[in-house]
């Protein structure tokens, strides 16, 4: 049984790291640099209000997640809050369904802590924008990135 959740940093770093590797390895554009989630820094964020983990679980087992910061806009500091997603994965196994419907836990999810709007994104080589549009949103910026 497929289930999602809101659960700690601590919770999900504790099994996340074959995860996110797997993560890494097969959407990072930069594979010279060294993974690693600054965990404290989440734990942080996480006390301060601003951090959330959604977990997705099949059976018990940890299949995937979405890591949010959900907090006023730096550009919209009198509005309500935003859900800004950093990143999101599923196992590839179980992505059939199953990304659609960790982005509909995390709206629910988004809306109960306040937050008015979502951003997310996706890579260019794993290209999800029929997905998102299929789910309501809509495309807003392209991002560029250089290594200097």
Do not use: N
């Not at 390895?25 to 301060?48: C, F, T």
Request: glycine share 6%; hydrophobic share 45%; proline share 3%.
């Amino acid at each position: 049984m497929l289930s999602f959740q809101i659960e700690s940093v601590e919770q999900w770093a504790s099994e996340a790291a074959p995860l996110y590797e797997k993560h890494w390895r097969e959407l990072g554009l930069d594979l010279d640099l060294e993974i690693a989630p600054d965990i404290e820094k989440m734990k942080v964020m996480e006390s301060l209000g601003i951090f959330t983990v959604i977990t997705a679980r099949q059976e018990g087992k940890l299949i995937g997640y979405l890591l949010a910061v959900v907090s006023t806009h730096l550009h919209y500091r009198t509005s309500p809050r935003m859900f800004i997603i950093d990143a999101y994965y599923i196992l590839p196994e179980f992505r059939k369904g199953a990304g659609a419907k960790l982005l509909k836990f995390a709206e629910h999810t988004a809306k109960q802590l306040g937050a008015i709007k979502m951003y997310l994104s996706c890579k260019v080589h794993e290209d999800h924008s029929d997905l998102f549009r299929a789910l309501g949103y809509r495309l807003s910026d392209y991002a560029f990135i250089k290594r200097i």
